[in-house]
């Protein structure tokens, strides 16, 4: 065997990208092995909040966040039209309806995933 320094440049980086590639599987095996990638993936939301423990107050809780959604949503559509208003210029009225879209995508994602979480604490007790 050579010594290190007999190696070229280009045959140090393809010994070191082979070592490397080899320690990645070599772990990525042992993880596999262990059960670790199932585990990443079987976690149950116990509470309003994802890994809080549930408690008795977590029906209000979900009701709260409705309550912040449908204002913010409220707010938000206020201030798109007020900018519009505003504005006066030409392409107000379409950024306005962009925003409003967009508004309402988020909004339909947050409450599905209120709705998601609360599913998920109901089957947790």
């Known amino acids: 065997m ?5 190696y070229s440049l280009g045959e140090r980086i393809i010994a070191t990208a082979i070592i490397c590639i080899i320690i990645l599987l070599i772990l990525a095996f042992i ?3 262990s059960g670790g990638w199932e585990a990443q993936g079987q976690y149950r939301i116990q509470s309003a909040m994802p890994g809080l423990p549930t408690s008795k107050w977590d029906s ?9 959604v449908d204002e913010a949503y409220k707010d938000q559509l206020k ?7 505003k ?8 950024r306005a309806i962009v925003g409003a879209r967009n ?3 988020a909004y339909i994602g947050v409450m599905e995933g209120i709705d998601k979480r609360e599913r998920d604490a109901e089957q947790a007790k």
């Open 103 to 105: 508004l309402r995508r």
């Open 60 to 68: 209000r809780m979900f009701a709260l966040d409705r309550d912040a």
């Open 31 to 33: 993880g596999w092995i």
């Open 2 to 6: 050579k010594p290190l320094e007999d």
């Open 87 to 94: 504005s006066g210029d030409a392409q107000a009225p379409e």
């Open 79 to 85: 201030h798109l039209f007020s900018i519009w208003l």
